[in-house]
């Protein structure tokens, strides 16, 4: 069996090029179970050309062909019969595979076989995964977690939700002795790393890192891009949502730093698909500005078919999009929007869309099945864990690395304060391009940070 090489590590740290790993790897493998601990020890078996694609369900992921694969993980610090002896990375996984949505559980699945396949992918036969299920409640996610805490877990990976991250990292703590008295004997040990993959940014904190790309990131990226090229008043036109109060706080703080003008922010019931007296009232608004010789971009944070309803309505009561410049999200990296003609032109901010077509090629040759939404997320943190322990060590000041690592969704560095800064693409849709894609990229992805983490 053969496998690629590790990510070579310098001193001080360089960027991590996970992207270059996904060329086809010679471990061909069959998609993953939820339970049992995962390693590089033995050859797999061959998955079933020809399967059907699709988002992964609990249905078409199975255990066999899994390599070390246990029922029971016994207690104590876990280490499979062939690597005793070895100084080996135990890194937990906390995911919802029994979660009562369907959705859900194929997300976890789908994150699942990403980890699984960095672990393939970069070959450390010195890192073994071990899978807990958080289900769909808190309780079980903190007994998940303390049970990789009884297992020896040097680094977890998860939970997927960010109401159970500071949770899990207090069940993750080393539990204090005490005297007769109840006083600490000790002082107290800090638990061990946690990259989970919530977008939600307060649940983040120095030890509790998030891997996923968060909303307020996509909007810094958009925001600055177009302050960039001469727009300097902008307008917000989303669901009146958590999410969506999210993103225009978020467009706010954006648009002062890149000292423009918030000009308006209209909301609209986020059950509403038609906010016909809502769109009306904000076009009236843009319409004056544009007459009065403004440069104004405006952010719409939807998707799929709740966006070309809505979008037409802006250019129905007097938007005109050849003139003001639409601003989207990352949700807005789908073909089905870009025959849109309102949003001929519109720009959004993506990870780069060469690497993850590369990622979501080579999975579904493996697996049999497209990738879930969060799996090159899940590969990345994976990745990230395996490179960095490649020493068979993997200290929690790594994880702070000023030059970042690029993987197949761009170039990220984790803050101090638990977030992550990500370097983006920006796509502008175009029906016309050459390729026949219906988007062409107008600023690709960084491939270097500024020293100062952001």
């Keep these: 069996m053969t496998l690629p090489t590790t990510s070579r590590v310098r001193a001080p740290l360089p960027i991590l090029f996970f992207a270059a790993f996904l060329a086809l790897a010679g471990c061909a493998t069959s998609s993953p179970g939820p339970v049992g601990p995962i390693s590089t020890g ?29 029922e029971e993980v016994p207690t104590g610090p876990y280490t499979p019969p062939h690597m005793e002896g070895r100084e080996i990375i135990r890194a937990g996984v906390l995911l919802p595979f029994s979660h009562p949505n369907e959705r859900v559980r194929q997300q976890a699945e789908g994150m699942l076989a990403g980890i699984e396949l960095a672990l393939f992918d970069f070959g450390n036969e010195n890192v073994v995964l071990l899978p807990k299920d958080t289900g769909g409640s808190q309780s079980q996610a903190v007994t998940a ?18 109401a159970n991250v500071q949770q899990v990292r207090e069940a993750l703590t080393p539990p204090q002795e005490t005297d007769f008295f109840g006083f600490s004997t000790q002082p107290a040990e800090a638990p061990n790393p946690i990259i989970a993959f919530s977008n939600d940014r307060s649940v983040a904190s120095y030890g509790a890192w998030l891997a996923s790309i968060a909303p307020e990131e996509e909007v810094d990226a958009i925001v600055e891009y177009a302050a960039q090229r001469g727009y300097d008043q902008f307008a917000f036109f989303g669901p009146q949502s958590s999410l969506g109060t999210r993103i225009e706080a978020a467009m706010q703080q954006a648009v002062f730093e890149n000292g423009g003008f918030m000009l308006t922010t209209g909301f609209y019931p986020a059950s509403s698909t038609n906010p016909n007296i809502e769109a009306e009232y904000f076009a009236q608004t843009i319409a004056q500005a544009v007459e009065q010789g403004a440069r104004i971009a405006v952010l719409v944070p939807e998707r799929g078919n709740r966006l070309r309803r809505i979008a037409p309505l802006l250019a129905y009561y007097g938007v005109d999009t050849r003139q003001v410049k639409m601003l989207g ?27 993850i077509a590369d990622f979501e090629q080579r999975f579904t040759r493996m697996y049999g099945a497209k990738p879930s939404s969060l799996a090159a997320v899940a590969y990345d943190a994976a990745a990230l864990v395996i490179a960095l322990s490649a020493d068979g060590e993997l200290a929690t000041e790594e994880l702070i690395n000023r030059d970042g690592f690029l993987g197949v969704n761009g170039l990220f560095r ?41």
Excluded: C, Y
Aim: negative net charge.
């Design 42 to 70: 033995n050859p797999r078996v061959d998955p079933v050309p020809g399967g059907e694609t699709g988002d992964l369900s609990t249905e078409q992921i199975g255990e066999e062909g899994m390599g070390d694969i246990v």
């Design 145 to 162: 977690a303390e049970d990789l805490r009884e297992n020896g877990a040097d680094v977890v990976l998860g939970p997927l939700f960010g």
């Design 329 to 355: 999200t990352g949700a807005w990296n789908d073909p089905n929007i870009w025959r849109e003609p309102s949003l001929r032109g519109a720009w959004f901010p993506t990870a780069p869309s060469i690497d």
């Design 414 to 454: 984790f803050r101090d304060d638990g977030t992550a800064e990500r370097s983006l693409a920006i796509m502008e849709i175009d029906p016309d391009h050459v390729d026949g894609t219906g988007v062409k990229e107008i600023l690709p992805v960084s491939t270097s940070f500024d020293a100062t983490i952001g």
